[in-house]
């Protein structure tokens, strides 16, 4: 083929699946330092409990270690009136990682956007500003970020206590503070974030858990509402 | 900094479609004060910023992107604009949306399901654009409600329908062009014939997002019908975590009217105000 040839055939592909005629460069940066980590990811092997990084149970101070077995007691009784995410209610950090549905990805210079599938929730990483004064604590708290060698680290405070860390019903309190580590791994097909969980008030010492997660090749649909999902009962009986 | 508190909002919009009958998706109501032409013209008006915007600018030092293709940033729809729609003329036997949706209107709506897309101006909330070059993400305050545009493709022929469609965009010049197909209704009707077209551009020195919205669905309405909004640049915005979800609970629907009973017990009926 002749380079003439090649050049006609490039533009005719470009022409006939319609690359956008300009792109925001501007916006996204992608370099050693800032890798790129937009993409759809989902949890490779989603743990049922959350356990610190020698697989020890994370260390619960006394009070905690009681309202977390009451939470057992009552999960194995299908009672999940503790648990605000059976009532379409946020999961926090880093129990929204953990659901079986993808979330994407949409890095930028000045900010990073994840959109969880599951009940089409967003989560904002700025990375122009330091932590400011929040509206009311979050269930998925405030998160500013910053590059170091190419890791991606997210500093989250102002979280509510309305939330749990895992699906097994892990508790906390609004003195949660989660520090968080992202990078690349396995030639970018990985994603790896590892988890430093602060909280005094829950847990005697800070520990670490990580978890992985695979890049995906479908889109990240925008139409789930949980409410409608749970909710079959029509609420307009006239 | 959060635009308008959440339980207020909510209500607001609960009584807005009470009253008025006002529908979903395509929702076209009844009165019709400035027309498409007369909204454009007065966002051209003024080339240069209000003494508001350029005060606001100067304290955050966050000018607009002079790019006349970079949406990136909040904005925040202001009501100076195209406050009403038009009324769609409807083909002959083609019942308007709040008759044809019956209680399935309140029940998406207190169901935090979307019952007003393509709207902005109408929560009153606060949109982030997220802008990339396969992508253009819109992050609506209220409802945490999620737009995803796709850049990079076309549409899809068989798009599964949803009560968000499927929106592809592409540059017209320094407008955006955004298509959506593949909606449904929220008592679940397919609206295979609707398309909703709608074109974006900064206008008034980039301190407006113009939003020219079109519906054209030809088994429902006699013709196409548009109508004008605007987004106002506020750099000095960062949306807040809005959860609807919250008040579920609050709502009741009693006798065919949503109540809503607040913290106090004390119950509201939504058609009242």
Redesign the interface.
Known sequence: MTKTKIVIAVVLIVVRIGLPSYAQAAATVSDAAHPDLSGVWQIEAAPKALRTLDGSAPPLLPQAQTTYSEYLSAKKARDASYDTMSKCLPPGVPRIFLQPFPFRIQQQSNLIAMIFQWNHLDRLIYLDTAHFEAVAPAYLGQSVGKWEGGTLIVDNTDFNDQTLLDDSGLPHSDALHIVERYVLKNAGKTLEIRFTIEDPQTFSKPWETVLHFKRQSLDVRDDDFCLGRIGKEPMNLQ | ??SSGNRDNRHAQLCRFETAGYSVIALMLATWSVTPSEAATALSASSSPSAEDAFRQQVVSTPPSA?P??F?GVWWPDRSFAQQRPTAKLKPGVLPPAQQLG??L???I?????AIRFDGIGSGMSE?Y??????L?I?AEED?????VY????LPKKPKP???GYSV???DGDTLVIETVGLKDPNGTVRSSLRVTERLRKVRDANYLEHTVTFDDPTRYIEPYTFVWAGRWRPDI????N?C??E??D???E??SVKYSDDNGSVDKGNDK
């Open positions: 900094m959060n790019d293709r970079d990136n209680p399935s309140n029940n998406s207190v169901k935090c399901m979307p982030l997220v802008q990339g070059p396969a992508m993400t992050i945490h409600d999620i737009r995803q850049l990079d493709r076309a949803s009560l968000t965009g592409h540059w960062r949306i807040a975590e959860i979800e919250e579920y609970e709502y009741k629907v006798n065919g």
